[in-house]
C-alpha cells in the first residue's frame, strides 16, 4: 500500500541505501516505463545523472535525514538516442538503516509548456512592432498628401480624424474638431447630396461621385467615398477634390513636404496611372540600384518592382476596389541582379483631374537575416513554393524541394523510432556518419563532435 501511494504521488520514485545506491525503483507514467530506467537497479545514483547535476545529487543525500527542511532539486538523466530527461527530486531518509527514498517529478511537459509560452510571447511582440510601425507609416502618408481626406462615423457624420490639407479646404475649426459634423460646413443642398452618396456607399459598398459647396460658397469639390468596420462600427473615409478655388501650400511647405519625403528612411515612389515613376526619394535608388532621379522618372514601376505582369496588376486592382494596400510582400529587381524581399504600403491621390499613385516600400532584409539563427528557411508548403516562382530560378526550386522531403523523412524516422538515431538512420538506409551529418545540416537534435565521430 505504502508503495502504491508513493507511485500515485510521483512520477518516479527510487529507494537507495546510504550511500546512493538505487536499490529499487518505481515508476508513475507510462513515457518513463519506456525509457528502461529499470536498469539504474544497482548504479549509484550519481552516475545515472548528467555531470551538472552531480553535486545536486550529493546535497540530496547529504539532507535527506534533515526532517525539518525538504530540499527540491532538478536532475538531469541522460537517455541513449534522445534529449535529457528532467526531474525534480525530493529526498527523505527512512528506517534507522540510513535508505533514502527520493520522489521524482517529470518536467518535460512543463518544460514544453514553457517553451511555447515564449515563442508565443516573442510572436506578440513582433507582431504589436510590425503594427505599430505600420500605424507610424500610414499616418506619415495621411498627413502629407496634399489631397483632402475625412475619415466620419458611418452612423452621424461626425469627424473621426481630418488630415491637414481636409482642415484646411473644409475651413474646419482645430480645436473641437473631433465633435464636429462634416455637414456643418456644407450648404442645404450639398448636405442632402453627400448624405445620399455615402449612405449608397453603406449599401452596395460603391457610389458616383459627388459635387459639394461649402456653406460660404468659395469652394467647390468632387468626393468620393468608402466604408470600412474597425473595432465592430461602422465608418467611412472620405476623399474631395477641389474644383475650383483650391488653396495650394505655400512654396515653403511644399519644399518641407518634400525634403521629409527624400529623407525618409523607407522608399517612397509616385506612379502616374500608366504605371510609371513621376517621383521617388533616395531610398528607392538605393533599392532600385540607381545612380540619380533621372534614370528613374518616366521608366515603368514593374522594371524593379514585383514579379512581371503579376504584382503590379495586382496592386493597382486592389488600389481601385478599395483605396489602400497594406502589408503587400514582394520583391525589388536591383539595377544590376540583386533581388531583395520587400514589403509595400500604397494609397491613391488626386491631384485635379490627374490621378497618381503613392507607394511606401520597405526592406524586409534585416526581418529576414534575424529569422535566419534558425537555419536555412526552406519551403513550408506547395503555396509557399508557388509564391517563389518567379524569385527564385526551377534548379532552386527543385534543390529546395528535394530538401524539403529529406527533412520530413527524418524527422518521421525519428518519431517511428522514438528518437534512436541508430534505428532511424537504418530505417532511411543511412550510415550512422551520413544520418548525423543530415541532422546537423537540418538542425534536427543536439549533436556534438563525439556524435559525429562514431563509426558506421
Partial sequence: ?????????????????????????????EDLRREGLRAWIGRNWIDVVTVESRPKVLDLIDSAGNETSLQFRELNHPMDGGADVPIRYSAMQVGEDGTIVALGRDLRNLANLQQQLVEAQQAMEREYARLRMAETRYRMLFHLTSEPV??????NFRIVEANPAAQRELELPSDRLVSTSLLTSLAPQSSEALQAMLRMVQATGRADEAEIALASGSKRFRVLGSAFRQDNAGYLLIRLTPISGA?????????????????????FVVISPEMKVLEANRAFLDLTQLATKQQALGEPLERWLGRPGIDLPLLMVTLTEHGVVRNFTTIMRGQFGTVEEVELSAVPALSGSTPSYGFVIRSLGVRTALAGHRGRSLPR????????????????????????IEKLCIEAALELSRDNRASAANMLGLSRQSFYAKLRRYGLGDLDDADLGEPN
Avoid at 15 to 22: K, Y
Avoid at 249 to 264: M, N, R, T, W, Y
Fill in 247 to 267: 488653396a495650394l501650400p505655400d512654396s515653403a511647405a511644399q519644399s518641407g513636404i518634400l525634403d521629409v519625403l527624400e529623407k525618409f528612411p523607407d522608399g
Fill in 381 to 404: 508548403s506547395v503555396e509557399h513554393l508557388t509564391e517563389l516562382v518567379g524569385r527564385v530560378s526551377l534548379r532552386d526550386l527543385v534543390r529546395e524541394t528535394t530538401d524539403v
Fill in 1 to 29: 500500500m505504502a508503495g502504491s501511494l508513493i507511485t500515485a504521488a510521483s512520477d518516479i520514485a527510487l529507494v537507495l541505501d546510504r550511500d546512493g545506491v538505487i536499490l529499487d525503483i518505481s515508476l508513475g507514467t
Fill in 150 to 155: 475625412v475619415i466620419v462615423e458611418a452612423a
